[in-house]
């Protein structure tokens, strides 16, 4: 793959189907992270995919409702869902020349506080 659409695409369903193995196949090794309403930052490939498998338990779904990619770039809209409710959120990617995710900035409609439970997993900035 080597369109950001088709590989962004691919990054939300694995996180959909919590395929972990799949869902780090398509972010660099040196992939960074960051989330400015809760100031984390998860920097390589390995503390990526334990932010993601760890950090977010317990029955959620995400849905996608647009993605827009372009080059080494994309950008989506997702709905995200879980037991207290549901928020939508954008997502920019940046893709490095092998056609992995280098950078994401994820952002939320509100800032808030990450979970006790996953500040083990992030680097708070």
């Known amino acids: 793959m080597s ?3 088709q590989i962004v695409a691919a990054y939300w369903a694995a ?3 919590r395929d972990w193995d799949t869902f780090t196949g398509l972010v660099s090794e040196q ?3 960051q989330n400015p309403q809760t100031r984390e930052q998860v ?3 390995a503390a990526y995919r334990r932010f993601n498998a760890e950090g977010f338990p317990g029955d959620w779904q995400l849905t996608v409702q647009r993605i827009v990619g372009e080059g080494h770039h994309a950008a989506s809209w997702t709905l995200f869902r879980d037991a207290s409710g549901s928020q939508s959120g954008v ?3 940046d893709l490095d020349g ?3 995710i280098a950078q994401i900035t994820d952002f939320w409609p509100e800032p808030y506080q ?3 439970s996953r500040a083990h ?3 708070r900035y």
């Open 3 to 5: 369109d950001a659409h």
């Open 91 to 93: 997502c920019f990617f």
């Open 114 to 116: 990450p979970p006790a």
């Open 98 to 100: 092998d056609g992995l």
């Open 31 to 33: 992939v960074i992270y």
């Open 15 to 17: 996180a959909q189907a």
């Open 43 to 45: 920097t390589g490939r």
């Open 121 to 123: 997993l992030a680097v």
